[in-house]
């Protein structure tokens, strides 16, 4: 079965400052890997995410992600963050493109001025 | 181009009674999930709709039913609601199954609260 962690529950960064929020996988072939992000009472938007090919990831609004496989890893980065990314972030694994998505418990990030 | 739209935005029910959610998906997909995010917590898989048939299902009870609509449209029913069912359902939407390098489309949400 497939599972994702997302070990930090609260983040709190000031802006301008670097993130990086950590998402670990379980799954036993080749993942679909994505970030999601939520706004309060909000649907979700997608980050960003991982078929195949190059382990880095681009995605919008300026957030990026590395796919290590020898470390179950697809951590979430950013430079600098803005006052308007604080949201909570969800890491999702599925099994192919368009299946069944498991997701983590998702991280708060919260940006102080 | 109308994203993934769901109705109604907020719906207020007690103990036992049934509700129907409904999903409109994005404009050229035909394949319909839908996700239960209780508060403080990820989504989690209920069930996919592809061709008007339920093709996959999380771990949840028979409560828990679907239909999909020749429009590619889906509604969820819950029956016998319980305060646990109380949290916002995520309609999702993607195209066709068999493809590849597709993403799933999410649309903003039913909030269900059981009193």
């Known amino acids: 079965a497939q599972s994702v962690t997302q070990p930090d529950i609260h983040i709190t960064v000031s802006e301008g400052a670097s993130l990086e929020l950590r998402c670990n996988y379980s799954?036993?072939?080749?993942?679909?890997l994505f970030w999601y992000v939520q706004s309060p009472g909000q649907g979700l938007q997608l980050l960003l995410k991982y078929f195949s090919g190059d382990t880095l990831v681009q995605g919008i609004k300026g957030f990026e992600a590395e796919f290590k496989r020898s470390q179950s890893s697809f951590n979430l980065r950013k430079p600098s963050v803005h006052w308007s990314d604080a949201a909570e972030y969800f890491c999702a694994v599925g099994a192919r493109a368009g299946n069944m998505l498991t997701f983590g418990g998702g991280t708060r990030l919260m940006v102080k001025p | 181009d109308a994203g993934v739209t769901q109705s109604p935005t907020h719906l207020i029910k007690t103990r036992g009674q049934q509700v129907t959610l409904r999903c409109s998906p994005k404009s050229g997909h035909d394949t319909v999930s839908w996700y239960q995010q209780a508060l403080g917590q990820g989504p989690q898989f209920i069930f996919q709709?592809?061709?008007?048939?339920?093709?996959q299902r999380g771990n949840f009870p028979d409560r828990f039913s679907g239909h999909q609509f020749p429009n590619y449209s889906s509604e969820l029913n819950v029956n016998a609601l319980l305060l646990g069912d109380s949290a916002l359902y995520l309609c999702?939407?993607?195209?066709?199954?068999?493809?590849?390098?597709?993403?799933?489309?999410f649309g903003p949400g039913t909030r269900l609260t059981v009193l």
């Open positions: 709709y592809y061709e008007e048939e339920e093709r």
């Open positions: 799954y036993g072939a080749t993942p679909y």
């Open positions: 999702a939407s993607s195209p066709k199954i068999a493809a590849s390098y597709n993403e799933q489309f």
